[in-house]
C-alpha cells in the first residue's frame, strides 16, 4: 500500500535540517512518505536527507524580494508539482514559501495545508519609508491572496496573530492556533552547567541593527570599564547589501581592542552555548520565537532580551531572566550587572531556564500539538 505524501516547504534548504529535523522524522513515524521542498543546493544537507529517507526536490524561488516574473514561475512550478504528488498534508513555513506554498495548494483536495508563521521581519516593523510601505502593500495583497482557502494557520506568539488579524490577512474560515516557537531538540542541545568564572556573555545571530547588536555592542564598551574581566562574545554574519547591517570592519575593531570576542560564523554554536554565563538579544526585529533563544533556554542559560513581540514569551517573570525595553543599552547594562554582581543568579535563573526549555518548547511538544490541530493521527 502506497504511503500518504507530506511536503515541508521552507526558503532556505539547511534549514530543513537545522529547525525541522524532528518534524521530518515526527511525520514519517504517522506514516507519511516525506518530501522536503527548499529553493538552493547545500550537499550536507541533502546528504542528511538522503540518509533520513526524505526526498528533495529543488524549487526555483528567490529567498529575498519580489520579483513578479520569477515569483510567478515559482507558483506555477509548485501548482504543477502539487498536481503531480497530490500531498495529503502540506507544511509551509517563513513568508514565500507560505505564501506560494498555499496558492499552489489551493487546488488539492482534502489536504491538510498548514502556514506556520516563523516571525513579520520587517514586514511587522513601522513602514518608516516609501519603499518599505510599498513593499508591506504587495506582501499584504499577496497574503490575502494565497490565504484565501487555507485551512490551518499557526502562529509563533500572539502578536503576530493579532497582526494578522488587524490587517485582515485570514479568512474566517483558516483555523488558528499558536505554537510554542519551533520548539528544540532536547537531545540536540543538552543541558549544560553556566559558566560563572569569568562571567561570558554571548549573542549570537544575524548581524544587523535590528537584532539589537548595537545595543550589546555599547553595553560591552561600558562595562567593560568597571569590569575588564568580563567576556562579550558575538557570533553571527554580517548582511552585505542590507543598509542595516553591521560592518566587518567595526567588528575587527572591536575586537583588536578587546571589547568583544568577534567569532563570525559559527554552523554549530553548541561549544559557545555551553560554555557561556548568559545569553543575549536584544531584538527589535519581528521574531516569531527566536531559534537562538530556545537553544540557550534548553542548555539552562539565562536569558536577557527585549519586551519585543516572539521574545517577551521566553522569560517566565523574571524566574530565567531579565526582558528590558527595545534600543535600551542602558537598561541592557543594568541586567547585566545583575549576573556581574551576584553570580549565583547565573546558575538559578539557568535552571529556570532548562525547566521553561522541557516543559513548554520541547519539539516534541510542539510538534504533537500541530498535529492535534491539524487532525494528523
Known sequence: MQKPTAIVFGSYLPSVINFRKPLLTALQAKGYKVIALAPGN??????????????FIQVPLGRTGFNPLQDYKTLQFLKMLFKELQPEVVITYTIKPNIYGS???????????????????????????????????????????????????????????????????????????????SGVDLNHYPKAKPQVSPIKFLLTARLIGAKGVNEYLAAAK???????????????????????????????????????????????????????????????????????????????????????????????????GYLIPVKDAASLVKAMKFFIEDPALI?????????????????NKVNEHLFEFMGIE
Not at 45 to 55: H, K, R, Y
Request: aromatic share 10%; charged share 30%; hydrophobic share 35%.
Open 42 to 55: 547545500d550537499e550536507a544537507t541533502e546528504q542528511t536527507l538522503a540518509e533520513l529517507d526524505v526526498e
Open 222 to 320: 561600558i562595562i567593560k570599564k568597571d569590569y575588564p574581566e568580563v567576556i562579550f562574545q558575538l557570533i553571527g554574519m554580517t548582511d552585505e547589501g542590507n543598509p542595516d547591517s553591521l560592518e566587518e570592519k567595526e567588528l575587527n575593531e572591536l575586537h583588536e581592542e578587546g571589547i568583544i570576542e568577534y567569532l563570525g560564523f559559527q554552523s554549530d554554536v553548541r561549544k559557545y552555548l555551553a560554555e557561556c554565563s548568559v545569553f543575549v538579544l536584544p531584538s527589535y526585529y519581528r521574531e516569531g520565537t527566536p531559534r537562538t533563544i530556545l537553544e540557550s533556554l534548553a542548555m539552562a542559560k539565562p536569558i536577557i532580551t527585549t519586551d519585543n513581540p516572539g521574545c517577551r514569551e521566553t522569560i517566565d517573570g523574571d524566574k530565567n
Open 347 to 363: 546558575e538559578k535563573k539557568g535552571e529556570e531556564s532548562y525547566r521553561l526549555a522541557t516543559e513548554k518548547y520541547d519539539v
Open 103 to 181: 496558492w499552489a495548494a489551493k487546488s488539492l483536495k482534502n489536504a491538510k495545508v498548514l502556514a506556520w508563521i516563523t516571525g513579520l521581519g520587517y514586514v511587522g516593523m513601522e513602514a518608516d519609508t516609501f519603499k518599505r510601505k510599498l513593499v508591506r502593500s504587495v506582501i499584504f495583497k499577496l497574503y490575502k491572496k494565497a490565504f484565501s482557502k487555507l485551512p490551518f494557520i499557526a502562529f509563533q506568539n500572539p502578536d503576530d496573530q493579532q497582526f494578522f488579524k488587524q490587517h485582515n490577512l485570514l479568512k474566517s474560515q483558516a483555523k488558528q492556533t499558536i505554537t510554542a516557537g
